[in-house]
């Protein structure tokens, strides 16, 4: 129920790169409203300038200062004012920071209304092949390598497709990361969505990098899908023996030990089978 004589937050979807895929709902709020609060004022400012929309600013809600900010924005809300929160692409909450000032207005009773449109996630599902019945959106993987490793060994039985945001900075990096925890499995990578160069690649971490590393420049904005896995637990190891598998991780800078835990559960083994296995090659 809306808090008494308050004001109305609505979530605002916004193209992800092509400008055409705003929704008439959307161009009618963002006039409407009393303030924006828009991720970035200076990139949503082109956006709103585009469709001559005059409506002002609140403030910026880049990541760092979400949380400090919530309190002007409830302020506004609470006095019967509107606003419309919008990110810097795509739908706000998947990937940005207006998380804690929708968390906020919920729990202050203010109304929340959504304004449905472009998302890259939905829009690389739907291209990608890969099954839409059961999946799930993990944002983007950790910068630091120990926990990117984690999380990419914890999905090994992950039987529903994963879907992932990164960087041109750091997708080499977590193709890298990819080829050593799951390196027969086959991924999509979507780049530059609803843009002039939009394009999707197909194949294994290892055919993805080569494909990458053989280009001048690494560019744009990526969104990866991982298949999920089959019934066959270990069939994403192929013949690459266990040994083998724990001093890749170990060369990626994990402990002995770290490394044969890893192992053992990517492949459902025991601890100790992999540890006699890495024991004996290590005695030849």
């Not at 968390?103 to 839409?132: C, Q, R, Y």
């Not at 059961?134 to 983007?140: K, L, P, Q, V």
């Not at 992999?274 to 024991?279: G, K």
Request: glycine content about 6%.
């Amino acid at each position: 129920m809306n808090a008494t004589n308050a004001g109305t937050l609505y979530v605002v979807s916004t193209p992800i790169g092509n400008l055409e895929d705003i929704t008439l709902r959307a161009l009618r709020i963002l006039k409407e409203v009393d303030f924006i609060v828009a991720e970035d004022t200076r990139h949503s400012g082109r956006l709103l300038k585009h469709f001559e929309i005059d409506t002002p600013f609140a403030s910026s809600n880049y990541q760092g200062v979400e949380k400090e900010r919530v309190k002007k924005f409830l302020g506004l809300l609470k006095t019967g004012k509107s606003l419309a929160l919008i990110s810097d692409a795509g739908t706000p909450l998947l990937s940005d920071p207006g998380y804690p000032l929708v968390h906020a207005a919920s729990e202050a009773g203010i109304d929340i209304i959504p304004i449905p449109g472009a998302t890259a996630m939905m829009a690389a599902l739907v291209k990608s092949g890969f099954p839409t019945d059961h999946f799930i959106f993990d944002g983007t993987p950790s910068k630091k390598d120990k926990a990117r490793i984690e999380y990419l060994t914890s999905i090994a039985e992950e039987k529903r497709t994963i879907i992932l945001y990164e960087s041109s900075h750091r997708i080499i990096k977590t193709l890298e990361t990819l080829a050593e925890t799951l390196p027969n499995r086959t991924l999509a990578l979507c780049r530059e969505l609803t843009k002039l160069h939009e394009e999707t690649l197909y194949g294994t971490a290892i055919e993805l990098l080569k494909i990458l590393t053989e280009r001048n420049s690494v560019k744009g904005e990526f969104v990866l899908l991982i298949h999920g896995a089959s019934s066959t637990t270990n069939q994403d190891w192929g013949n690459l023996p266990m040994e083998d598998h724990v001093s890749q991780f170990i060369e990626q800078g994990e402990s002995p030990k770290e490394a044969i835990k890893m192992v053992a559960k990517l492949r459902n083994l025991p601890k100790r089978e992999v540890y006699n296995a890495f024991e004996r090659a290590k005695a030849k």
